[in-house]
């Protein structure tokens, strides 16, 4: 089933030449490694409050549009080639196969942004140093989703679960809109604000197919050609379905409740 897929889309030089082999055996090894920097994060979000509470804040203005822009290109270009796999593949083996096929770890187009899918889950903890060194608001929603999804992407990546292949196709391809919000808001453009309703949107609609599809794999694994683990579906049920209930809520009281806080400056924590 891949081989009908894989002959659709060109290669990348680096594509190509990426070890997807070595890769997962590092995961396998150092998958651990998350949780340190899941504690030092931790560190940061609540040390680094303290630090800057009797201090100055500071614009870094130049800096955060540099680095918005890095993790917009790298998104726009994973959401991509992930998508365009994604939907060759749909097209040539159906939804089901989509979800449960384990080729999106190991053929030559996604392999490489599979791993670079899980590692830029820690380099974007740094979203919230600018936060906090700007003395913005930092909401619970922020930091708790930054935790999450890095554990989840490194536990999951090791063991080529179904479903990985939508979980990260969405999340490139929210993080591509997001993160070129991110840049044009820190570039002084001003962004209407249906635009912000709509990137929260998405992000719901991610949450909700997540939680989808892991009802999915967690049914189809019992016919044994969905390969996951039990505790694998609780902690991807538990971490999607926490996440649509507090965006939900966030949507609710950033838009459409009255009184809520300003969408840009609320849409900028997610």
């Keep these: 089933m891949e081989n009908q897929t894989e002959y659709q889309l060109s290669e990348l030089s680096f594509e190509r030449s990426f070890d997807e082999k070595t890769a997962i055996e590092w995961m396998q090894a150092n998958w651990t490694h998350s949780i340190g920097f899941s504690a030092l994060y931790a560190v940061l979000v609540f040390g680094g409050q303290h630090f800057m509470r009797e201090r ?22 994973g959401a991509v080639r992930t998508g365009w796999y994604m939907l060759n593949f749909l097209s040539s083996s159906g939804f089901r196969r989509s979800i449960c096929d384990q080729g999106f770890y190991y053929a030559p187009v996604p392999k490489f942004w599979a791993f670079a899918f899980v590692l830029s889950k820690a380099p974007e903890l740094g979203d919230t140093v600018f936060i906090i ?32 292949g939508w979980f990260m196709t969405m999340n490139f391809c929210v ?31 991610q949450m909700v197919m997540g939680v989808t599809v892991t009802a999915l794999v967690y049914r189809w694994m019992q016919h044994g050609d969905c390969p996951s683990y039990p505790e694998n579906v609780v902690w991807a049920s538990l971490m999607y379905f926490s996440y649509l209930v507090l965006f939900a809520r966030f949507f609710y009281r950033t838009y459409l409740k009255r009184g809520g806080p300003p969408p840009v400056k609320a849409a900028k924590r997610d």
């Design 56 to 77: 100055p804040k500071l614009n870094l203005r130049r800096p955060l549009i540099l680095w918005s822009l890095t993790l917009a290109v790298f998104s726009i270009v």
């Design 133 to 164: 060194l700007r003395k913005q608001r930092l909401i619970f929603l922020h930091w708790y989703h930054h935790i999450t999804v890095m554990l989840y992407s490194w536990y999951s990546y090791k063991d080529m679960v179904a479903g990985g």
């Design 175 to 205: 993080h591509a809109i997001m993160y070129t919000y991110y840049t044009a808001r820190a570039s002084g453009v001003r962004v209407p604000r249906p635009l912000a309703m709509l990137i929260t949107g998405a992000q719901i609609s």
